[in-house]
C-alpha cells in the first residue's frame, strides 16, 4: 500500500498522545516526524513527552522540539487539563530513561527540510498552536508547494473553550493561526464544534482496559484523567480527517482568525454570507461518525 508521508506537529498532551497512537496504527501513514510546540505545557514538556511516545510505540522518525513561545503573546499560565506532566498524572508509568535522541535540528528546519527532501508531497496534522507552522511557512514559503494538506486541530465555528468566543490552539497563539489560515496551503479544520463529539464511553475504557498490553497499561489511565477534566480527544480528529475523510461531513468556506484584543482575540469565524466574495481558504469538518471514532481509538492500542 502506497502510504502517506506525515508530520505530527503537537504539544502532547494527552489527546496529542492519542493522536500520534492513533497514526501509529493506521497503515496508511508514515510516520517522518513528530515536532513539538508549547501549548497544553511548556516546550521541555511537550518535547520530553514526544520522546517517551517514540519510546513506547518504538516510533522510527525524527523527534525535534519547535517554538518555546507564541509568535506575540506572552505565556500564559497551564491549565491542568492534561496534568502537570502533560500526560495525565501518568508520567510514573513511563519508563525513566529516554532511549530516543532529540534531533539537533529544530522543529522548522527539520520540517522544511522533510519537506524540500521529498519528491512527493507530505502531510502536517497540526494539533497544537500554530506557531512552528506559522514560522515554517513566513521563513521558507517555498515548502508550500511541497505540502498536501494541513490537517488542524483547532479553533471552532460558533464555540469556544478557553473564553466563550476561542478555543486553545488559537487562542495559545492567534497570530500563527492568523498566517496559516492565510497562506494559501490547503486546509482542513477540525474545531471544536466537530471535535466535542470525540468521545468515549465507559464500555470503550472497559474495551481498552482488557486488552491488556504494555500500551493499554499506560494509555488507558491516561485518557481517563484527561476524560475527566475534558470529555472530547481532539487531536486524533485531525489524523482520521487525513486517512478516512468518509467519516465526516464537511463545508468549504472562507475562515478567519481574530488577532484583535478583547474578548474574541482568537476566534475563528467563517463567512457564510451568500455575498461573501472571498474564496474557500478552509474545509471546515462539521459532522462526524463518533461510532467509529471510537472504534479507531479502541483499535489503536491493540499494538
Ligand atoms: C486542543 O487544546 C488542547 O488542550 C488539546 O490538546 C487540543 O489540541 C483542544 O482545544
Ligand atoms: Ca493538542
Given at each position: 500500500m502506497k502510504k502517506i508521508p506525515l508530520i505530527i506537529d503537537c504539544d502532547p498532551g494527552v489527546d496529542d498522545a492519542f493522536a500520534i497512537i492513533l497514526a501509529n496504527s493506521l497503515e496508511e501513514l508514515d510516520i517522518k516526524a513528530i515536532t513539538t510546540v508549547n501549548g497544553n505545557v511548556g516546550i521541555d514538556l511537550t518535547t520530553r513527552n514526544a520522546l517517551l511516545l517514540a519510546d513506547l510505540l518504538d516510533l522510527d522518525c525524527t523527534v525535534a522540539r519547535g517554538a518555546e513561545v507564541p509568535l506575540v503573546k506572552p505565556l500564559r499560565e497551564k491549565s491542568n487539563t492534561h496534568g502537570s506532566d502533560g500526560l495525565g498524572g501518568c508520567l510514573?508509568?513511563?519508563?525513566?530513561?529516554?532511549?530516543k535522541e532529540l534531533s539537533k535540528e529544530d522543529a522548522v528546519t527539520t520540517i522544511k527540510n522533510i519537506l524540500m527532501d521529498s519528491e512527493e508531497k507530505v502531510t502536517i496534522a497540526a494539533v497544537g498552536p500554530l506557531t512552528n507552522i506559522a514560522l515554517l511557512l513566513k521563513l521558507y514559503p517555498q515548502v508550500k508547494e511541497k505540502i498536501e494538506v494541513i490537517s488542524i486541530m483547532g479553533g471552532a465555528i460558533n464555540n469556544?473553550?478557553?473564553?466563550?468566543?476561542?478555543e486553545f490552539n488559537f487562542y495559545e497563539d492567534p497570530e500563527a493561526a492568523s498566517i496559516v489560515f492565510n497562506s494559501g496551503v490547503p486546509l482542513i479544520m477540525s474545531g471544536l464544534n466537530l471535535t466535542v463529539n470525540a468521545t468515549l464511553t465507559e464500555e470503550n475504557l472497559n474495551e481498552m482496559k482488557a486488552i491488556g498490553n504494555k500500551l493499554s497499561e499506560i494509555a488507558v489511565p491516561m485518557i481517563s484523567d484527561y476524560i475527566s477534566k475534558d470529555a472530547a480527544i481532539h487531536d486524533p480528529c485531525a489524523i482520521l480527517a487525513i486517512?478516512?475523510?468518509?467519516m465526516f461531513e464537511s463545508e468549504d468556506l472562507y475562515v478567519q482568525i481574530d488577532t484583535r484584543e478583547?474578548?474574541?482575540?482568537g476566534m475563528s469565524y467563517a463567512d457564510y454570507r451568500s455575498k461573501n466574495t472571498n474564496p474557500p481558504n478552509c474545509k471546515v469538518l462539521t459532522k462526524m461518525d463518533t461510532t467509529k471514532f471510537r472504534e479507531f481509538i479502541v483499535n489503536s492500542i491493540k499494538l
Open positions: 510514573n508509568l513511563f519508563p525513566k530513561e529516554i532511549r469556544g473553550n478557553v473564553t466563550p468566543c476561542s486517512t478516512h475523510p468518509e478583547g474578548i474574541t482575540r
